[in-house]
T-cell receptor, first 114, second 112 residues
Framework: ETGVTQSPTHLIKTRGQQVTLRCSSQ?????VSWYQQALGQGPQFIFQ???????GRGNFPPRFSGLQFPNYSSELNVNALELDDSALYLC?????????????FGPGTRLTVT | DQQVKQNSPSLSVQEGRISILNCDYT??????FLWYKKYPAEGPTFLIS?????DKNEDGRFTVFLNKSAKHLSLHIVPSQPGDSAVYFC???????????FGTGTSLTVIP
């Protein structure tokens, strides 16, 4: 059983560019959630995907978008990058349950926008 | 709007002593609360939870206390060990499954 993996580990982008972050969910998990953790802050919920459909969204603008694929892996896309988008982006996978102990986070992607 | 707040960014404790991490919340409708632990370069990992119908939940060295009237919860670690050094987040559920509000975290350092 593999854990949650994210790629890339780090990347640096310029303001105005677009970025795609990737997450491979744990085997058997059909739900992926994305969080943004800015420096000194807690993770902020961006959105969740369940069986390839968006299933809840936090207070983030439309330039944050996502996809989930048939194998339940997921992408987070951010357009028109702003300096404030610099953060650690975490994904978490789980079965579609409300058992928090069954949700597993990846190590995150550190995005720096200059 | 910060639904869950942790007002202490950091805490240092001697090994063997008690660590107490605090969390406040604003929404009295939360059904349960969680604590997560995060080591550097790793994602948060689930530590312990408590239902809103309970006032205490214990798991080994970790105990969470809930005071609903004060909208306050705390995590007690006894005895504290150097391996407990990490950032601890409290969290509460959003509208549907496994979507959470997180606090800003408390960085715990346990001194050997």
């Amino acid at each position: 059983e593999t854990g949650v993996t994210q790629s890339p580990t780090h990347l640096i982008k310029t303001r105005g560019q677009q970025v795609t972050l990737r997450c491979s969910s744990q085997s058997g998990h059909n739900t992926v959630s994305w969080y943004q953790q800015a420096l000194g802050q807690g993770p902020q919920f961006i959105f969740q995907y369940y069986r390839e459909e968006e299933n809840g969204r936090g207070n983030f603008p439309p330039r944050f978008s996502g996809l989930q694929f048939p194998n339940y892996s997921s992408e987070l896309n951010v357009n028109a990058l702003e300096l404030d988008d610099s953060a650690l982006y975490l994904c978490a996978s789980s079965p579609m349950t409300v058992a928090p102990e069954e949700q597993y986070f990846g190590p995150g992607t550190r995005l720096t926008v200059t | 709007d910060q639904q869950v707040k942790q007002n202490s960014p950091s805490l240092s404790v001697q090994e063997g002593r008690i660590s107490i991490l605090n969390c406040d919340y604003t929404n009295s409708m939360f059904d349960y609360f969680l604590w997560y632990k995060k080591y550097p370069a790793e994602g948060p990992t689930f530590l312990i939870s408590i239902s809103s119908i309970k006032d205490k939940n214990e798991d080994g060295r970790f105990t969470v206390f809930l005071n609903k009237s004060a909208k306050h919860l705390s995590l007690h670690i006894v005895p504290s060990q150097p391996g407990d050094s990490a950032v601890y987040f409290c969290a509460a559920p959003r509208l549907s499954g496994n979507q959470f509000y997180f606090g800003t975290g408390t960085s715990l350092t346990v001194i050997p």
